[in-house]
């Protein structure tokens, strides 16, 4: 197979051609932020976190494929702040509070703002009014967390392939649905998975809160990201 | 029919959705819960993906819209030609304000986004009838008569010109065709154009179109000819052409005037495209507000086939066949985007797609598909007939050919007008009566607001770009509160997919909103200009990249209206006042806000 050599950020790195930028950059050692992206599933380039820059033009990476000569622009100063605005939009845009939810220390958009170093947001906290729909018998969609990544609408189908999540509206307004019917019949693992592709707080399983003590989760000694240079050593 | 039988009708074929859901929310004004199980069921989908797609589009809901139901255009031509009286006497008579249905369930008044009729406002759309040139009488007998059981169409008035007054169109809708220029309003002789082309090789086609330096006429000037090479080129099979008729730019509506007088030449225009790339398939996806010219434009498809200019063997062509077929849009101004258009036309919410893969390699149905649009095509016919040397006769270098612009607002003569590439603003507001101009909106609410010392500027894709819409205010216009509406246009349209777009927009105009509260420093204007550039270079498709236009032009040129309005002397003023913000809470609790202190009474 033809190997493609590329840059980033200046690094010489190799990759095989039909990566996405993400996935060539972490076979390189190389962290790119991302949130919506999740292995396995069909990117979408929602979030836009992980934007990078080639022949000054900016693209998102998880849905980018490496090109031959790619001159990848990745960490520098002007990208993290645009990042990281876009992190302070997610926050400003939910209701996200971090110490009240079941899901900090696990939550990707909380890990994602400390490693790119957010402080207080520059943009106005938005506070919109969301709804929590908790009609499904396994889990609750609480709408104040999504930061619409779309995982549970591209991952979760029920055994006839039909979308147990979808977007629903428009505009600023727009939302996650959960199915009710088909919510209805989710299998216990169906649901736990929902709750675990979830990167924010917003798909949680019912009568399990607090299961994982505080201290033991995910980026609580480590931040987001830590295990791609470790991969890529392998 | 039944509403269970209108779901059934239909094949049991996803990309059926829309048109489902289009023929329940006719019959029934709503798509009701039992609906959304009926049309799940048959499609073999979600209740939750059937929801998403109705609350995606302005023409679908899930709640009641009445027995008749108001679609009042709420864009800023509207506004400026007396859209607030309009609507307040709509109010008055349904007994019910905008977004909400009338006690009685006779009549639902909403808001909508640029109809279209942007040379004729206020307009609206009823029952999918257009109504133009509304006044407060005339909305007053109107309401009184759909309340009364008067179907819509019987209540249009006098019809307007040419084939608005065909027994397939009966609109009140006049065409404002003000200038006739050589390459659309030019003599055509039916068929001429394709009977050239099948006379060519596909490449000699693509070559012509190539040599004419034919750009894109929906705004982003991309190379037709470039375009069908690329779609030719792909391997997979089949490959489909999609004409664009989804002009949702404020301020524009030539497509509207095209597709009205010049339907047989659009649908020339695919043909030639279909035989360029190899097609056989070809789509018209007609935006929901021009769904009232769809029977002519089926009567004109049925005329092209009987002449086999569609069809089999078209013009005696042993290898090329090609047909055509509609598809109906739903009001969302987002499908105007290429790949959105195509989600849409296959059923689906008109989310856009990432690019790369562009349509000309993965489109319509996952084939490769050349998306052009109204315009362009019948341009591309005519280069066919006439050559490429003639069409680089007119225009300026980098621009070749003319431009159908959509003139509107404070002038004289509002319409279309077919002109030369690179002639100045100037000679446009003198042909169109607006010698007091202030300002030009060029290329609709995400194209650049002008003032006088730009007038000069010439209209071409060097140096002022416009898929068509030309907007003129005058200088009584505020137009801060003009960027403002359009701001607002966005974030309603926003199709909510990525973060810069769908959160980016609203900030973007609550900051504004903050400057014009007279509450804005030089800090605030700042960060407007900040976040303008970072919804531009961040957001995923044309949408979020060009919606910061309104306030980043606006910041270029005219400065001095931001500049009197903010507070020069502070460094920084609070999002809201401390005072205000706490006084509800102070007199619950018995105290007394002083300067942003709290005493007790």
Known sequence: MNEITFSIDGKACKARPGQTIVEAAKSNGVYIPTLCHFEGLRPVGSCRICTVRSGGRYMAAC??????????????????????????????????????????????????????????????????????????????LDRNRCVRCLRCVRGILNKDGKKVFAAGLRSYEATIEVDRTLAADLAEEDARRAADNCPVGAILLKGKGFAQPIGTRRFDHAPIGSDVKKEAGR | MPEKDIVLKHPKDPSALLDVIRDVQARSGRVSDAAVGRIAAHLKLS???????????????????????VYLND????????????????????????????????????????????????????DGVIF???????????????????????????????????????????????????????????????RKAVSMTPEAVIEEIKRARLLGRGGAGFPTGLKWDFCRREQQAPHYVVCNADEGEPGTFKDRVVLTELPDLVFEG??????????????????????????HLEAVLAGLRRANFLGRNIAGSPTFH?????????????CGEESALLESAEGKRGEPRNRP???????????????????????????????????????????????????????????????????????????????????VQVGGASGTMIGRRDFGRRISFEDLPTGGSIMIFGPWRDLLEIAAGFMDFFIEESC???????????????????????????????????????????????????????????????????????????????????????????????????LGETAHE
């Open chain 2, 322 to 334: 090609f047909d055509i077929t509609i598809k109906l849009g739903a009001g969302a101004y987002v």
């Open chain 2, 357 to 439: 893969p562009f349509p000309v390699q993965i489109g319509y149905r996952d084939r490769p598909t050349t998306v052009n649009n109204v315009e362009t095509l019948c341009t591309a016919a005519r280069i066919l007939v006439h050559g490429a040397a003639w069409f680089c006769s007119m225009g300026t270098p980098k621009s070749s050919g003319t431009k159908l612009l959509s003139v509107s607002g404070d002038c004289e003569r509002p319409g279309v007008y077919e002109l030369e590439f690179g002639l100045t603003v100037d000679e446009l507001l003198d042909m169109a009566g607006a010698k007091d101009a202030f300002a």
């Open chain 2, 132 to 194: 133009t040139n509304l006044t407060p009488l005339k909305v007053r007998h109107l309401v009184r008569a759909l309340r009364a059981g008067r179907p819509a169409q019987d209540l249009v008035g006098e019809y307007g010109d040419g084939a608005n007054q065909s027994d397939l169109v009966r609109a009140m809708v006049v065409n404002n065709i003000r200038r006739r220029g050589p390459v659309l309003f030019g003599p055509h002789q039916l068929g001429e154009a394709v």
């Open chain 2, 47 to 69: 209740e939750a993906e059937v929801r998403g797609a109705v609350t995606f589009y302005h023409f679908f809901s899930l709640d009641p819209r009445g027995a008749s139901t």
């Open chain 1, 63 to 140: 849905t980018q494929v490496i090109l031959e000569g790619m001159a990848i622009e990745n960490a520098v100063p002007d990208l993290e702040d645009l990042r990281r605005a876009i992190i302070e939009m997610l926050f400003v845009s939910g209701n996200h509070f971090c110490p009240a939810c079941e899901k900090s220390g696990n939550c990707e958009l909380q890990a994602l703002a400390y490693r790119c170093q957010m402080l207080a947001p520059r943009f106005p906290y938005l506070w919109p009014v969301r709804t929590i729909d908790a009609q499904a018998p396994r889990l609750m």
């Open chain 2, 75 to 126: 864009s800023i031509t509207s506004r400026m030609k007396g859209r607030q009286a309009v609507a307040g006497v709509f109010e008055e008579e349904a007994g019910c304000r905008f977004g909400e249905v009338s006690p009685d369930g006779s009549i639902g008044l909403f808001p909508t986004s640029c109809i279209g009729m942007s040379d004729q406002e206020p307009s609206a759309v009823i």
């Open chain 2, 496 to 594: 909510g997919w990525c973060t810069p777009c769908r959160v980016g927009n609203v900030l973007l105009k609550k900051k504004l909103e903050k400057v014009l509260s007279g509450r804005g420093t030089r800090q605030d204007l700042a960060e407007l200009e900040s976040w303008g550039k970072l919804v531009k270079t961040m957001s995923r498709c044309g949408l979020g990249q060009t919606s910061p236009h309104p306030i980043l032009s606006t910041l270029q040129n005219f400065r001095e209206l931001y500049d009197a309005i903010i507070d020069q002397n502070k460094e920084h003023v609070p999002e809201f006042d401390l005072t205000e913000a706490t006084l509800e809470s102070a007199r619950l609790t018995h105290r007394r806000p002083i």
């Open chain 2, 270 to 295: 695919m043909a030639v495209a279909g035989y360029a790339v190899g097609a056989e398939e070809g789509v018209l996806y007609l935006r929901a507000e021009y769904a009232y010219l769809r029977p």
